[in-house]
Protein backbone atom coordinates (compact mmCIF):
# COMPACT_ATOMS: atom_id res chain seq x y z
CA UNK A 1 0.00 0.00 0.00
CA UNK A 2 2.76 2.42 0.93
CA UNK A 3 5.06 1.00 -1.44
CA UNK A 4 4.58 3.25 -4.33
CA UNK A 5 3.65 7.44 -2.46
CA UNK A 6 2.88 10.33 -4.75
CA UNK A 7 2.21 13.38 -3.87
CA UNK A 8 -0.23 16.13 -4.07
CA UNK A 9 -2.84 13.80 -4.15
CA UNK A 10 -4.96 16.41 -5.32
CA UNK A 11 -3.59 19.60 -7.40
CA UNK A 12 -6.05 22.36 -8.90
CA UNK A 13 -4.05 25.00 -11.03
CA UNK A 14 -4.86 27.54 -13.73
CA UNK A 15 -3.41 27.01 -17.53
CA UNK A 16 -0.82 29.50 -16.92
CA UNK A 17 0.86 28.01 -13.81
CA UNK A 18 3.87 25.79 -13.36
CA UNK A 19 3.65 22.55 -10.82
CA UNK A 20 5.38 18.98 -10.55
CA UNK A 21 4.04 15.27 -9.67
CA UNK A 22 5.84 13.83 -7.10
CA UNK A 23 6.41 10.03 -7.01
CA UNK A 24 8.66 7.86 -5.03
CA UNK A 25 8.95 4.31 -4.76
CA UNK A 26 10.33 2.01 -1.99
CA UNK A 27 10.24 -1.64 -3.53
CA UNK A 28 13.54 -1.28 -4.64
CA UNK A 29 12.60 -1.54 -8.57
CA UNK A 30 14.61 0.09 -11.27
CA UNK A 31 11.56 0.94 -13.62
CA UNK A 32 9.23 3.67 -13.40
CA UNK A 33 5.88 5.23 -14.94
CA UNK A 34 3.24 7.98 -15.70
CA UNK A 35 0.21 7.09 -17.02
CA UNK A 36 -2.83 9.34 -17.34
CA UNK A 37 -6.10 8.22 -16.24
CA UNK A 38 -9.09 10.27 -17.55
CA UNK A 39 -12.82 8.99 -16.95
CA UNK A 40 -14.67 6.20 -18.64
CA UNK A 41 -11.31 5.98 -20.34
CA UNK A 42 -8.31 3.11 -19.98
CA UNK A 43 -4.81 4.35 -18.55
CA UNK A 44 -2.61 5.48 -21.16
CA UNK A 45 0.84 5.31 -20.79
CA UNK A 46 2.98 8.34 -20.63
CA UNK A 47 5.95 7.80 -19.92
CA UNK A 48 8.69 4.58 -19.16
CA UNK A 49 11.91 5.17 -17.71
CA UNK A 50 14.40 2.05 -16.61
CA UNK A 51 17.57 2.56 -14.36
CA UNK A 52 16.46 6.53 -14.80
CA UNK A 53 16.74 6.57 -18.86
CA UNK A 54 13.48 6.70 -20.71
CA UNK A 55 12.67 4.44 -22.73
CA UNK A 56 9.56 5.43 -23.69
CA UNK A 57 7.47 8.61 -24.86
CA UNK A 58 4.14 8.11 -26.35
CA UNK A 59 3.55 10.99 -28.06
CA UNK A 60 2.85 13.51 -24.92
CA UNK A 61 2.30 16.98 -25.18
CA UNK A 62 5.43 18.52 -24.37
CA UNK A 63 3.88 20.59 -21.84
CA UNK A 64 4.51 17.42 -19.59
CA UNK A 65 7.61 17.19 -18.90
CA UNK A 66 9.07 14.22 -16.69
CA UNK A 67 12.63 13.86 -14.80
CA UNK A 68 13.94 10.75 -12.84
CA UNK A 69 16.69 11.95 -10.92
CA UNK A 70 17.20 8.18 -9.74
CA UNK A 71 15.65 4.59 -9.97
CA UNK A 72 13.40 5.68 -6.62
CA UNK A 73 12.16 9.33 -8.02
CA UNK A 74 10.10 10.20 -10.76
CA UNK A 75 8.64 13.77 -11.22
CA UNK A 76 6.34 15.02 -13.91
CA UNK A 77 6.88 19.10 -14.27
CA UNK A 78 3.47 20.57 -16.18
CA UNK A 79 3.46 23.96 -17.45
CA UNK A 80 0.83 26.04 -19.71
CA UNK A 81 -1.61 23.00 -19.22
CA UNK A 82 -5.60 23.29 -20.53
CA UNK A 83 -8.79 21.70 -19.24
CA UNK A 84 -8.64 18.42 -21.59
CA UNK A 85 -5.30 17.30 -18.88
CA UNK A 86 -7.74 17.26 -16.08
CA UNK A 87 -7.61 13.94 -14.88
CA UNK A 88 -5.87 11.23 -12.65
CA UNK A 89 -1.91 10.66 -13.29
CA UNK A 90 -0.72 7.54 -11.75
CA UNK A 91 2.36 6.73 -10.94
CA UNK A 92 4.14 2.74 -11.03
CA UNK A 93 6.94 0.77 -10.81
CA UNK A 94 8.31 -2.50 -11.14
CA UNK A 95 11.44 -4.86 -10.80
CA UNK A 96 12.78 -4.29 -14.83
CA UNK A 97 10.72 -4.10 -17.36
CA UNK A 98 10.89 -7.31 -18.80
CA UNK A 99 7.78 -10.12 -19.09
CA UNK A 100 5.48 -10.80 -16.34
CA UNK A 101 6.98 -7.83 -14.38
CA UNK A 102 4.44 -6.51 -12.07
CA UNK A 103 3.84 -2.95 -12.16
CA UNK A 104 2.39 -1.25 -8.88
CA UNK A 105 0.76 1.67 -8.56
CA UNK A 106 0.75 4.42 -6.60
CA UNK A 107 -2.70 7.02 -4.99
CA UNK A 108 -2.66 8.99 -8.01
CA UNK A 109 -2.84 12.56 -8.45
CA UNK A 110 -6.19 14.34 -8.69
CA UNK A 111 -5.60 17.08 -11.51
CA UNK A 112 -8.00 20.00 -12.25
CA UNK A 113 -6.67 22.48 -14.77
CA UNK A 114 -8.87 25.34 -14.52
CA UNK B 1 -5.03 -2.43 -33.54
CA UNK B 2 -4.13 -3.72 -29.66
CA UNK B 3 -7.47 -3.01 -27.94
CA UNK B 4 -9.13 -4.77 -24.93
CA UNK B 5 -12.94 -4.38 -24.36
CA UNK B 6 -14.71 -4.76 -21.21
CA UNK B 7 -18.45 -5.49 -20.06
CA UNK B 8 -20.35 -3.84 -18.50
CA UNK B 9 -19.56 -0.98 -18.13
CA UNK B 10 -20.73 -0.96 -14.54
CA UNK B 11 -23.31 -3.00 -12.78
CA UNK B 12 -24.94 -3.23 -9.64
CA UNK B 13 -25.39 -6.01 -7.24
CA UNK B 14 -26.41 -6.90 -3.93
CA UNK B 15 -24.20 -7.80 -1.84
CA UNK B 16 -23.58 -11.58 -1.33
CA UNK B 17 -24.61 -12.21 -4.84
CA UNK B 18 -22.25 -13.60 -7.69
CA UNK B 19 -21.31 -11.66 -10.70
CA UNK B 20 -18.93 -12.35 -13.77
CA UNK B 21 -17.45 -9.13 -15.98
CA UNK B 22 -16.48 -10.15 -19.33
CA UNK B 23 -12.79 -9.03 -21.13
CA UNK B 24 -11.83 -8.99 -24.73
CA UNK B 25 -8.97 -8.27 -26.09
CA UNK B 26 -7.27 -8.34 -30.31
CA UNK B 27 -3.19 -8.08 -28.50
CA UNK B 28 -0.76 -9.74 -30.06
CA UNK B 29 2.07 -10.92 -29.12
CA UNK B 30 -0.49 -11.87 -26.05
CA UNK B 31 2.08 -12.33 -23.16
CA UNK B 32 -0.31 -12.00 -20.10
CA UNK B 33 -3.43 -11.54 -18.68
CA UNK B 34 -3.72 -9.41 -15.42
CA UNK B 35 -7.43 -8.37 -13.67
CA UNK B 36 -6.87 -4.97 -11.56
CA UNK B 37 -8.58 -3.65 -8.92
CA UNK B 38 -9.21 0.05 -8.20
CA UNK B 39 -10.63 1.43 -5.27
CA UNK B 40 -12.31 5.16 -5.64
CA UNK B 41 -8.98 7.29 -4.90
CA UNK B 42 -6.43 4.56 -4.96
CA UNK B 43 -4.09 3.27 -7.78
CA UNK B 44 -5.25 -0.27 -8.91
CA UNK B 45 -4.25 -3.14 -7.50
CA UNK B 46 -3.56 -6.53 -9.03
CA UNK B 47 -5.96 -9.85 -8.72
CA UNK B 48 -4.69 -12.52 -10.71
CA UNK B 49 -2.09 -13.14 -13.18
CA UNK B 50 -2.76 -15.76 -16.36
CA UNK B 51 -0.02 -16.71 -19.07
CA UNK B 52 -1.44 -17.96 -22.10
CA UNK B 53 -1.47 -21.76 -20.90
CA UNK B 54 -3.03 -21.03 -17.92
CA UNK B 55 -7.66 -21.09 -17.82
CA UNK B 56 -8.07 -19.99 -14.47
CA UNK B 57 -7.07 -18.57 -11.55
CA UNK B 58 -8.53 -17.66 -8.03
CA UNK B 59 -7.32 -15.38 -5.20
CA UNK B 60 -9.94 -15.76 -2.27
CA UNK B 61 -13.46 -15.25 -3.60
CA UNK B 62 -12.34 -13.81 -6.97
CA UNK B 63 -11.86 -16.33 -9.97
CA UNK B 64 -10.42 -15.39 -13.37
CA UNK B 65 -10.48 -17.32 -16.27
CA UNK B 66 -8.87 -16.88 -19.72
CA UNK B 67 -9.69 -18.81 -23.18
CA UNK B 68 -6.63 -17.66 -25.37
CA UNK B 69 -8.32 -19.23 -28.72
CA UNK B 70 -11.32 -16.45 -28.45
CA UNK B 71 -9.22 -14.12 -26.26
CA UNK B 72 -12.24 -13.94 -23.96
CA UNK B 73 -11.55 -13.89 -20.34
CA UNK B 74 -13.78 -13.22 -17.22
CA UNK B 75 -13.62 -12.50 -13.77
CA UNK B 76 -16.10 -14.01 -11.32
CA UNK B 77 -16.69 -12.58 -7.98
CA UNK B 78 -18.23 -14.80 -5.38
CA UNK B 79 -20.36 -13.91 -2.32
CA UNK B 80 -20.10 -10.37 -2.75
CA UNK B 81 -19.03 -7.80 0.08
CA UNK B 82 -19.39 -4.41 0.26
CA UNK B 83 -15.77 -3.93 -0.06
CA UNK B 84 -15.80 -4.96 -3.47
CA UNK B 85 -17.26 -1.97 -5.04
CA UNK B 86 -14.93 -1.00 -7.17
CA UNK B 87 -13.59 -1.01 -10.83
CA UNK B 88 -12.41 -3.79 -12.13
CA UNK B 89 -9.65 -3.42 -14.98
CA UNK B 90 -8.68 -5.92 -17.57
CA UNK B 91 -5.10 -5.54 -18.92
CA UNK B 92 -2.98 -7.52 -21.63
CA UNK B 93 0.66 -7.54 -21.37
CA UNK B 94 2.34 -7.72 -24.76
CA UNK B 95 6.27 -7.71 -25.25
CA UNK B 96 7.70 -4.86 -27.56
CA UNK B 97 10.14 -2.40 -28.15
CA UNK B 98 11.99 -4.64 -25.23
CA UNK B 99 9.72 -4.16 -22.25
CA UNK B 100 6.18 -5.41 -21.20
CA UNK B 101 3.63 -2.57 -22.25
CA UNK B 102 0.36 -3.36 -20.76
CA UNK B 103 -2.78 -2.17 -23.14
CA UNK B 104 -5.70 -1.34 -20.31
CA UNK B 105 -9.26 -2.26 -20.14
CA UNK B 106 -11.76 0.99 -19.81
CA UNK B 107 -12.81 -0.94 -16.51
CA UNK B 108 -15.99 -2.46 -15.45
CA UNK B 109 -17.38 0.08 -12.18
CA UNK B 110 -19.26 -2.52 -9.66
CA UNK B 111 -21.19 -1.17 -7.02
CA UNK B 112 -22.29 -3.90 -4.23
CA UNK B 113 -25.82 -2.44 -2.33
CA UNK B 114 -26.41 -4.30 1.20
Known amino acids: ETGVTQTPRHLVMGMTNKKSLKCEQHLGHNAMYWYKQSAKKPLELMFV???????ENNSVPSRFSPECPNSSHLFLHLHTLQPEDSALYLC?????????????FGPGTRLTVT | KNQVEQSPQSLIILEGKNCTLQCNYTVSPFSNLRWYKQDTGRGPVSLTI?????NTKSNGRYTATLDADTKQSSLHITASQLSDSASYIC?????????????FGAGTRLAVHP
Open chain 1, 49 to 55: YNFKEQT
Open chain 1, 92 to 104: ASSSGTGVGREQY
Open chain 2, 91 to 103: VVSLFSGGYNKLI
Open chain 2, 50 to 54: MTFSE
